[in-house]
């Protein structure tokens, strides 16, 4: 869902698609995958331990969204003014940071809300999960 966003976001700011906006929806893609996976972790990781599906969905989504939510922040914040900006020699770095911008913005509602809904209508009892990380006392 997050080249959607990318998508929308050069509509909006009136930006054409480019090579620029095209490497940019690489590394969307590459992050995406990356917060999706975090959060798939924390859910199998919290059904693992013996959690029934809903439970280990609200479980793990919550202890996910941190490490999501701040991995999508950073990369936002760090490219928010290169897609702001309207200096000499931005054409070529803002529609690269407008497809990254754009895309982790509805990404992070995608992964918050889409994520974990569909993992409640796709698990079933029987899936294989990792095994449960046990905790030594020092």
């Known amino acids: 869902m997050a080249p959607i966003g990318g998508l929308l976001a050069l509509l909006i700011s009136g930006t054409r698609f480019s090579v620029s906006s095209a490497i940019g929806s690489l590394a969307l893609f590459g992050v995406s995958v990356q917060t999706g996976l975090i959060m798939l972790e924390y859910i199998n990781g919290t ?41 000499i020699g931005s054409d070529s770095q803002r529609p690269f940071a407008i497809v990254i911008v754009g895309g982790l913005i509805t990404d992070l509602l995608f992964s918050v809300f889409l994520l974990p809904t569909l993992y409640v209508w796709i698990a079933r009892s029987g899936d294989k999960l990792p095994p449960a990380e046990t905790v030594s006392e020092d």
């Open 47 to 87: 059904r693992g331990r013996g959690r029934s599906g809903v439970e280990a969905v609200l479980e793990g989504s919550v202890m996910g969204l941190r490490p999501t939510s701040i991995t999508m922040v950073v990369a936002t914040l760090g490219l928010l003014p290169a897609a702001l900006s309207h200096d």
